[in-house]
């Protein structure tokens, strides 16, 4: 099966699925376990989840999975693309591979965080064949039909409640960002997070990043791939 035919085939696949059922995304049937008997068969690769585990909104928890086995490159710099954007615009992210066709095929999830006036509305689809080339990425919105785009999704997809885009990842374009706030790591976190209700983050600092939850975290869980940092006391709501 050549990559065309292998495109036919996954888009198939995934447009029969949306079809058949119109009320529960693609998403929500492999990440969230609804309407389990509709589910796939899959394997978790990857994923990065902001959690309220004292709070009724925003986060207080980062839990990371990193990946563990050997995948194709694009599908890693996929990831790690998307997981820098969620540092400046609060996105989760999902890897997963599907049997689809007799071949491995990797979708990767993206939904950003939508919470008390914080409205990062990123809903995308990143799919890639086994070897690694790009099948396609379209968003997970199940009330409408799949339309299929040919390249990946980047920095100026997203938009939050400020209209910003997150400055490009480093292998887009080069990294030139500079800061402009002389701020330790703590301070940025502590000081972006708190005032996440105000709209008035700092657009030149990310909202999170892993060296600032290591100074900041009051519990942190690290065990192979996976790691769980706990935010302080005094919880960071948006």
Known sequence: MNLDERKLAVRHFYELFCEANAVTSFYETV???????????????????LLAISVSSGFDCIEIER????????VTDAFDRHFWYSQWTLSEL????????????????????????????????EIFAQQGEFIGATDLYCDRAVKWREKKFTNQDYRDIR????????????????????????????????????????????????????????????????????????????
Not at 67 to 72: A, G, K, L, T
């Open 31 to 49: 990440v969230h376990n609804k309407c389990p008997d509709v589910c796939p068969i899959y394997q978790k690769i990857a994923s990065l989840k």
């Open 94 to 125: 999902s890897l997963v591979k599907i049997p689809i066709a007799e071949q491995d095929t990797f979708f990767l999830f993206v939904v950003g965080l939508c919470d008390d006036g914080w409205e990062n509305n990123a809903r995308f689809i």
């Open 163 to 238: 209209g910003e885009a997150p400055p490009p990842w480093s292998g887009d374009v080069p990294n030139d960002v500079t800061y402009h706030e002389s701020l330790s790591s703590a301070e940025i976190l502590e000081e972006n997070l708190s005032c996440l209700s105000f709209e008035t983050v700092y657009y030149q600092e990310p909202l999170w990043s892993e060296e600032m939850l290591w100074l900041l975290a009051r519990e942190i869980e690290n065990q192979g791939g996976f790691i769980r940092y706990v935010l302080p006391d005094k919880t960071y709501g948006i």
């Open 67 to 74: 990946i563990q086995q050997n995948i194709p490159q694009t």
